[in-house]
């Protein structure tokens, strides 16, 4: 079965923004198929700007390691559109994904629908239908005009880190940026907010402290570092060592950390200290840090993958590989979309790679051109993709090196089929 998401009627992703927010578009949509949110079991909704999907992965894969079913809602998909809708822990089938999207464009007729609107829609329909014990949804856009954010009474929220990104539609400083994320919070729900920068806190205390929403701080209520070979956890209640999580990098301890201290809350679920370690080095999540394995590679050589999209992303890979991959030459294959600062998120990586190459992302319309990346930062080759940059990193090189993919996840399709 062929399933094709952009239906007729219904206006193109890259079309004008249809009018009213996306929240009030998808309570309208909603209320047309029969208010399927009020059917879902307890939602814990995360915001934020880094992390979010990562977070998702460690809470999944601790609460199933419990035993408990899991729905989970995030985007966008890296493979295939079913990865978004998973229900009680499975890809939702193709033939459930079309009939739910189809229920939803009858019902819409011929209201001005924007595309993620419509599959969120679509996708509390088909969470309504399955039996689970919870449900763990992804803000898209964030704030409180996403499309996510349609539920009054969520059983939590986590707010993983805020940093500079969709700044056209949040504004140009993290004052501003963290307010609308704050529309996360609600009335009296408590929420567990992930490693900030301090100059946000007050922002965050005052957005939460108007609707009386309890906020669980990093470094204040919790708090994660290193240990060597594994990872320490500590709140209230004291400190516990566990191994290190399986997705790379000390950001990745951090959301690690946002899922324990989600877990410490939710009174209800009954998790141990084996179920967090089972899922800590169990979790898995397309994208992040990725090892892609390229027989065309000259033996030695390692192809990676990256889909961090902002400056935040950029600051914690490059902190990554500056630490453990000082064994062979790093260079960096970037291909980024529209909208993003070109020059914030290469500067990270200028001084600890051999060269920096510029890629289209081929599937999507919205990106920058090689070109215009190699003239946004000095010392950048444009190439026509990915296979073009590693021909000459190749051709170039003459000991064995690493080779990473960076700047969009919808790169990795690309990356894995060079």
Known sequence: MSITLHMPHWPKPFGPEPSGTPSQRTRTLLKKLGNPELGLPPVIHVGGTKGKGSTIAFLKAMLEAAGYKVHSYTSPHIEKFNERICLAGHAISDAELYETLEATRLVAGDMDVGFFDATTAAAMLAFSRHPADILLMEMGLGGIVDATNIL?????????????????????????????????????????????????????????????????????????????????????????????????????????????????????????????????????????????????????????????????????????????????????????????????????FADITQHIYSVPVQSEPKSYSAETIADAFSGVTACENIHDALRIIMRDSDTPFRALVFGSLYLWLEANHV
């Open 152 to 348: 009054d009474n969520p059983f939590l929220t986590i707010l993983t880190t805020v940093s500079y990104d969709h700044m056209e539609y949040m504004g140009d400083t993290l004052h501003a940026i963290a307010g609308f994320e704050a529309g996360l919070f609600k009335p009296n729900i408590p929420s567990v907010i992930s490693y900030q920068h301090p100059d946000i806190w007050e922002t965050l205390e005052q957005k939460a402290g108007a609707i009386k929403s309890p906020l669980y701080f990093y470094g204040k209520h919790w708090r994660t570092r290193t240990t060597g070979d594994g990872m320490l956890f500590a709140d209230t209640h004291g400190e516990v060592k566990l191994p290190l999580p399986s997705l790379l990098g000390a950001h990745q301890i951090v959301n690690a950390g946002n899922a324990i201290a989600a877990l410490s809350l939710m009174e209800n679920f009954e998790v141990s200290q084996e179920h967090v370690i089972r899922g800590l080095v169990q979790a898995q999540w397309k994208g992040r840090l990725e090892h892609i394995y390229n027989r065309a590679l000259p033996v030695g050589c390692e192809l990676w993958f990256d889909g961090g999209h902002n400056m935040a992303a950029s600051q914690a890979i490059s902190l990554f590989t500056a630490e453990h991959w000082q064994d062979k030459p790093l260079y960096l294959i970037f291909g980024t979309t529209q909208g993003k600062d070109i020059a914030s998120m290469l500067a990270p």
